[in-house]
Nanobody, 126 residues
Framework: QVQLVESGGGSVQAGGSLRLSCAASGYSFSAQYCMAWFRQPPWNEREGIAA????????YYADSVKGRFSVSQDNAKNTLYLQMNSLKPEDTAMYHCASFPWSGGVCTRWAWYTYWGQGTQVTVSS
């Protein structure tokens, strides 16, 4: 049974940093999975902001976070991270990690994500 548990959200002032964690269970990062970070502000649709193939390769970043956010993974801990720097008020959202078993193709097929964490709130004040 796959479970994803996010943590690390909170309130921060603009320009600050946060690091989100997503602890995965039910599969190993050595398996072929796509993992991603999504966010959903209260006034907007859910947005996929970063995607990664757990067995290596490049990371996709949405233009809205490119250069400020970075994804990393700790295979020993089966944990995905989202380092968020230079935060802006418009980054305020509920952040979720998600995954699906990779069977070919790119990890930015957002509709394919089937496993979801409960989310962690990030609030950035000006």
């Amino acid at each position: 049974q796959v479970q994803l548990v996010e943590s690390g959200g909170g309130s921060v002032q603009a320009g600050g940093s946060l690091r989100l964690s997503c602890a995965a269970s039910g599969y190993s990062f050595s398996a072929q999975y796509c993992m991603a970070w999504f966010r959903q502000p209260p006034w907007n649709e859910r947005e996929g902001i970063a995607a990664i193939y757990t067995r290596g390769g490049g990371v996709y970043y949405a233009d809205s976070v490119k250069g400020r956010f970075s994804v990393s993974q700790d295979n020993a801990k089966n944990t995905l991270y989202l380092q968020m720097n230079s935060l802006k008020p418009e980054d305020t959202a509920m952040y979720h990690c998600a995954s699906f078993p990779w069977s070919g193709g790119v990890c930015t097929r957002w509709a394919w994500y089937t496993y979801w964490g409960q989310g962690t709130q990030v609030t950035v004040s000006s």
